[in-house]
């Protein structure tokens, strides 16, 4: 069996992953439970994420960064 990488998985998780490796992924799980638990745990870790409300940066620190940015390229 495969040894998947923790990237590909998030991959899975995310629907961002080819066919072929979907369906070997999706093989995989139904056949091993820990690697089943391991998706397990990266989708609720997605779902956490998906929940939190996430504030954009001020203008002023926008304002500076970019300023900042500006002096970095001279």
């Known amino acids: ?8 998985l998030i991959m899975y998780v995310y629907k961002d ?3 072929a490796l979907t369906k070997a992924i999706e093989k995989a ?9 391991q998706v397990e745990t ?3 870790s997605k ?9 954009s ?3 002023k620190s926008i304002k500076a960064i ?7 390229e001279n």
């Not at 069996?1 to 590909?8: G, Q, R, S």
């Not at 799980?29 to 638990?37: G, R, V």
């Open 47 to 55: 779902d956490q994420l998906d929940k939190l409300k996430l504030k």
């Open 17 to 19: 992953c080819t066919p």
């Open 29 to 37: 799980i139904s056949e091993d439970a820990e690697l089943k638990k």
């Open 66 to 72: 970019l300023e900042y940015a500006r002096k970095k």
């Open 1 to 8: 069996m495969k040894n998947f990488k923790e990237e590909e």
């Open 57 to 59: 940066p001020s203008k």
């Open 42 to 44: 990266i989708q609720r």
